[in-house]
């Protein structure tokens, strides 16, 4: 599968939670990793989502926020990699950063050149990928 969004995990679905109009689908991706998506039910449907299912998450480097040091806060979004920076390539207006999260699992985030130099991120720092669960999107072979 080809796509514009740099991060594609593959994965089978953990559990479907079913709301009254948003399920949520965990996705197991590596051993000690899942991904939280929040999809329509009507989604859920159409891409014939079950337990077990085969499926991949995709998720935008743009939608991905890092944090440095969090200060004791915690976040709300339930997608939270912690993990080493590995690669920083910075461009004329964003950087583009590459984090291992162990397990196999790289997570790629945009983020604006001044975001880079305030939190202070080079190869090597420890940093925490956060995405919302709205952020994810969900594929599966038809």
């Not at 159409?46 to 499926?55: I, P, T």
């Not at 944090?67 to 939270?80: C, E, I």
């Not at 202070?120 to 969900?138: D, L």
């Amino acid at each position: 599968m080809k796509t514009s969004a740099r991060n594609q995990f593959e994965g089978k679905i953990k559990a479907i939670r079913t709301g009254a109009v948003n399920d949520e689908i965990v996705i197991n991706v590596s051993p000690n990793r899942d991904i939280v998506a929040i999809i329509t039910g009507d989604s859920t449907k159409k891409l014939n989502l079950a337990e077990g299912s085969d499926v991949v998450a995709l998720i935008k480097a743009s939608s991905v926020i890092l944090a440095a040091d969090s200060n004791g806060l915690v976040f709300s979004a339930r997608n939270q990699f912690s993990g080493s920076v590995t690669v920083v390539s910075k461009g004329a207006v964003n950087s583009d950063i590459v984090i291992d999260a162990g397990d196999g699992v790289q997570i790629g985030a945009i983020i604006t050149n001044t975001s880079l130099d305030n939190l202070g991120i080079k190869a090597g720092s420890q940093v925490t990928a956060i995405f919302k669960a709205s952020s994810v999107i969900v594929a599966a072979k038809a």
